[in-house]
């Protein structure tokens, strides 16, 4: 079975430096698991690595989805596939960094055996946040799946009209239909890494990083994306461009926007931690400590 290092963590815990610095050391490239990563022109408040960082190791699943299409952890598979099978053909170790947690529970795992996409119903559906708002479709699943509308932004309708489409096709709450997939069939040999640092450093670092982030141009990125793509993109609802979006339209002024930003990307990170925690394979260790991260992908390659 084909061996894979995964490097995972929180938001601003550092993974992209590490993740080099072993990638690096070992031979290896680099297969990103970020759901934010993939669309083209989403740089910086995406956080991609900066060009001079993917010139000195590869990598690969960044800048793969336009942002007018639909991208999902399906497709996310089967490129991550693709990328392992390159790398491991040409002699070198396969390193898989991000935080989506999907994602990688995904690649891991296998796919969840839901139904396809059905575009009638989620017409449907897009029609209805249109005509009543997004709020009255996370009600709705609050209603018939509590579990999956905790999980699930009220500001993701794309995780909304999924639901709600698993839910009206199988008769099924997602979660349970989740919880029945325990992806015991493992399709990879994989060391999974958390990245461990204290929360009161974490939350520091993330109001450093959205700090930088509108120093390098985030309002411009956003405002340029909004008027390309149109402010309904899948990849627009994210943390932070979502933010800049109410502060474009005139909704409220930028200092309240980044306030905004900062404590959504605490929150967000929260979620990100709480999904990892419960993975009982990961591997918890210091983000500062290098040398114990060497000797654990020593170990194991």
């Known amino acids: ?4 290092v995964i490097i995972c963590g929180p938001t601003a815990v550092g993974k992209t430096r590490i993740v080099i610095e072993l990638a690096k050391r070992f031979g290896g490239e680099i297969v990103s698991a970020d759901s934010q990563q993939v669309w ?4 910086v408040g ?3 690595p900066a060009a001079s960082e993917r010139e000195a190791v590869p990598h690969h699943l960044i800048d793969v989805a336009d942002p007018t299409e639909r991208f999902d952890a399906a497709q996310f598979v089967v490129l991550a596939d693709r990328a392992i099978e390159g790398i491991a053909a040409r002699g070198r170790v396969p390193f898989v960094v991000g935080g989506t947690g999907m994602y990688i529970r995904m690649l891991v795992g296998g796919l969840c055996d839901a139904p396809p ?3 009638e119903l989620r017409a449907e559906l897009e029609a209805e946040i249109a005509g009543g708002g997004l709020a009255a479709l996370h009600s709705r699943l609050a209603e018939v799946d509590p579990e999956s509308a905790s999980r699930i932004s009220p500001n993701d309708p794309t995780r909304i009209v999924r639901a709600l489409e698993i839910h009206a096709l199988t008769g099924e709450r997602p979660s349970e239909l989740r919880a029945g997939h325990n992806f015991s069939d493992k ?7 958390g990245l461990a640092m204290d929360r ?5 670092r993330i109001e450093g990083r959205v700090d930088r982030m509108i120093e390098a141009g985030l309002e411009d990125e956003a405002r340029r994306l909004i008027e390309s793509c149109g402010a309904a993109s899948q990849p627009l609802i994210a943390v932070g461009y979502r933010e800049m979006a109410s502060y474009l ?5 930028l200092p309240e926007a980044i306030r905004l930003i900062k404590q959504s990307t605490r929150r967000f990170a929260k979620r ?7 993975d009982p394979e990961i591997r918890w260790i210091p983000h500062d400590d290098l040398e114990g991260l060497v000797r654990a992908v020593a170990a194991f390659i």
């Not at 079975?1 to 894979?4: E, N, T, V």
């Not at 399709?187 to 890494?193: I, M, S």
């Not at 009161?200 to 520091?204: A, D, K, M, V, W």
């Not at 339209?249 to 002024?253: L, S």
Request: charged share 40%.
């Open 40 to 43: 083209r022109g989403f740089d």
């Open 46 to 48: 995406t956080a991609k």
């Open 187 to 193: 399709r990879y040999d994989a060391l999974k890494v």
């Open 200 to 204: 009161g450093e974490l939350y520091r």
């Open 117 to 119: 996409r059905d575009d």
């Open 272 to 278: 990100q931690m709480t999904w990892f925690r419960a």
């Open 1 to 4: 079975m084909q061996k894979i």
């Open 249 to 253: 339209a005139g909704e409220i002024d």
